[in-house]
């Protein structure tokens, strides 16, 4: 049986601009005016970031409600570190209202489980080709 794969497009628009498709949405991506680009959404970077962001959030919410532990309220920050054409560091900070005893075990919790920051801590094997 083969594990199961999840494909988004990106169709270009001219300049810095392109629009990603994913399921029924359609997310426009560019880049800053001060880059050569038209500012008409998010940049490519600000995107993983936002992945990164709300998978963490996802994750969190998922831990608490297997635990029954009752949150007032759940805000997730990513902060990247820009070095070159990559990031060299991120930082999650998670606003959790919930008992300080249990934020700790919650957030590892949330850590197993989250997709995004999983794959970026365990680096993926990467190919480009043309098709």
């Not at 936002?50 to 998922?62: G, I, K, N, P």
Request: glycine share 8%; proline share 5%; aromatic share 6%.
């Amino acid at each position: 049986m083969s594990s199961p794969t999840l494909t988004v497009s990106a169709r270009w628009l001219g300049a810095y601009r392109c629009d990603v498709s994913s399921g029924d949405f359609t997310i426009p991506v560019d880049e800053p005016e001060r880059y050569g680009g038209t500012n008409q959404g998010p940049q490519p970077t600000e995107l993983l970031l936002a992945a990164l962001s709300s998978c963490f959030t996802l994750a969190v919410a998922h831990a608490a409600g297997k635990r029954g532990i009752e949150l007032s309220h759940l805000g997730v920050e990513v902060t990247g570190t820009y070095d070159g054409p990559s990031f060299s560091a991120l930082e999650i900070r998670v606003d959790v209202g919930c008992d300080d005893a249990v934020k700790d075990r919650l957030l590892e919790a949330a850590a197993r489980v989250c997709y995004v920051s999983n794959t970026i801590r365990n680096t993926p094997e990467m190919s480009v080709r043309a098709v």
